[in-house]
Structure formats: structure tokens, C-alpha cells
């Protein structure tokens, strides 16, 4: 694995995997990670509901900035 594309080290010197490396893998492996692209389908409730509530919010507030509504 290559540190910057599968993975990168957080603030709390935790490791994360990226986008790439969940997509490489294949499937949602349940874990609720950071950088899951396939919608949390193995997380189970109430944590994947909440998780998309917040990808959803925090999604709506980078495109508000990008493009401000008049």
C-alpha cells in the first residue's frame, strides 16, 4: 500500500484508507470507514442512516460554498 493513494495517517495518527482503497477492495465491509464509496450497505442501523445524513450535509455545504444560493 502506498501512503497519499490507499492510505494516509490523520491528525490523531490514526490510519485511514482512501476511496481508492475501498474501491480496489471491492465491497463495504461494514466498518462505517471514512472514505467509503458504496453508501455504508454493510453498516448496520441506526449508524448508516446517521452516516448519510452527515455525508449528505457535508456535501450540500461544500457545494453552497463553490456556488453560493442568491
Excluded at 11 to 23: A, S
Excluded at 35 to 55: D, G, I, M, S, W
Amino acid at each position: 500500500m502506498t501512503e497519499g493513494v490507499q492510505y494516509y495517517i490523520d491528525v490523531d495518527g490514526k490510519y485511514v484508507f482512501t476511496e481508492l482503497y475501498h474501491k480496489e477492495r471491492g465491497y463495504c465491509c461494514g466498518n462505517a470507514c471514512r472514505h467509503c464509496p458504496y453508501n455504508y450497505e454493510a453498516v448496520p442501523e441506526p449508524v448508516k442512516t446517521r452516516l448519510l445524513l452527515l455525508k449528505e450535509l457535508s456535501e450540500n455545504k461544500s457545494s453552497n460554498a463553490i456556488y453560493p444560493k442568491d
